[in-house]
T-cell receptor, first 117, second 110 residues
């Protein structure tokens, strides 16, 4: 199993450009999510999905779009890149909550380091 | 909204010394998870605590969940250079999603 695969690993954009960060998982996980990681701020949830065709906003959704047409793929789109979106982006997946109070652990991809100039 | 505070932000220890990171939530949690991120890597799940007052051990790592289920700690005994990285707690409360703490970056000096 490859687990969670993210592409690209690195990307440099100019302000105003758009791009899509790819995320694919081969573990048949229902739940997929995107986080951004900035120094001193931990991991902040951008968008998430609990299954194909279902997406919802996280803590910091502005400037990002997602879709979930298949169980395996969960791309993140930057509509018009801004310097404030310079960050490391992680995709994570898991089985949906198994039993009350007990979660399935998140499996993270290797990340995409994005710089917007 | 739910907030999870983690301290300290940075910790430098001499190899062989102990290390502790603390996590506090603004709301009661149904569970708390701990992740480790090596430098340049991605977060990797370590453990999940669910019960009030729960204590779990993994070799030199001891994890505790507070009686009120609002705080947690990770203690490493006799640190080694392989312990270097950032340790995150993540709590699930009334919100549908996990909230991550800001992390504690551990440096171990040989």
């Amino acid at each position: 199993n490859a687990g969670v695969t993210q592409t690209p690993k690195f990307q440099v954009l100019k302000t105003g450009q758009s791009m899509t960060l790819q995320c694919a998982q081969d573990m048949n996980h229902e739940y997929m999510s995107w986080y951004r990681q900035d120094p001193g701020m931990g991991l902040r949830l951008i968008h998430y999905s609990v299954g194909a065709g279902i997406t919802d906003q996280g803590e910091v959704p502005n400037g990002y779009n997602v879709s979930r047409s298949t169980t395996e793929d969960f791309p993140l789109r930057l509509l018009s890149a801004a310097p404030s979106q310079t960050s490391v982006y992680f995709c994570a997946s898991s089985y949906f909550r198994l039993i009350q109070g007990v979660d399935s652990p998140l499996h993270f991809g290797n990340g995409t380091r994005l710089t917007v100039t | 909204g739910q907030q999870v505070m983690q301290i300290p932000q940075y910790q430098h220890v001499q190899e062989g010394e102990d290390f502790t990171t603390y996590c506090n939530s603004s709301t009661t949690l149904s569970n708390i998870q701990w992740y480790k991120q090596r430098p340049g890597g991605h977060p990797v799940f370590l453990i999940q605590l669910v019960k009030s007052g729960e204590v779990k051990k993994q070799k030199r790592l001891t994890f505790q969940f507070g009686e009120a289920k609002k705080n947690s700690s990770l203690h490493i005994t006799a640190t080694q250079t392989t312990d270097v990285g950032t340790y995150f707690c993540a709590g699930r409360g009334s919100a549908r999603q996990l909230t991550f703490g800001s992390g504690t970056q551990l440096t171990v000096l040989p």
